[in-house]
Nanobody, 124 residues
């Protein structure tokens, strides 16, 4: 089993940056693909970014491409989401999640472990 704990959320002005971290417990972290999703109450969960188990492949939602960067450090059991040029519409709760497979990394149904979420608020 993998436990995930996000951190790094907060309040930032539009155009600013934040880096989210997701620390994972367990020795098998490097065998999971990792993803970031976001969800506003009353709305469906939205894919943001994903990274393969090795870090060699990354995937992004069109809405964040060119602004967000996902990365991972398997030695530290941590996945990151660097968010630049933030916009007010990026405001919501961000979740990291672990996926046992190598496919369907943009589909939240294939993620088996989830963190508790971290709030990101971007003021205009």
């Amino acid at each position: 089993q993998v436990q995930l704990v996000e951190s790094g959320g907060g309040l930032v002005q539009a155009g600013g940056s934040l880096r989210l971290s997701c620390a994972a417990s367990g020795r098998t972290f490097s065998s999971y693909a990792m993803g970031w999703f976001r969800q506003t109450p009353g709305k469906e969960r939205e894919f943001v970014a994903a990274v393969s188990w090795s870090g060699g492949s990354t995937y992004y939602a069109d809405s964040v491409k060119g602004r967000f960067t996902i990365s991972r450090d398997n030695a530290k059991n941590t996945v990151y989401l660097q968010m630049n040029s933030l916009k007010p519409e990026d405001t919501t709760v961000y979740y990291c999640a672990a996926n046992r497979g190598i496919d369907y990394l943009t589909d939240d149904r294939f993620y088996v472990y989830w963190g508790q979420g971290t709030q990101v608020t971007v003021s205009s």
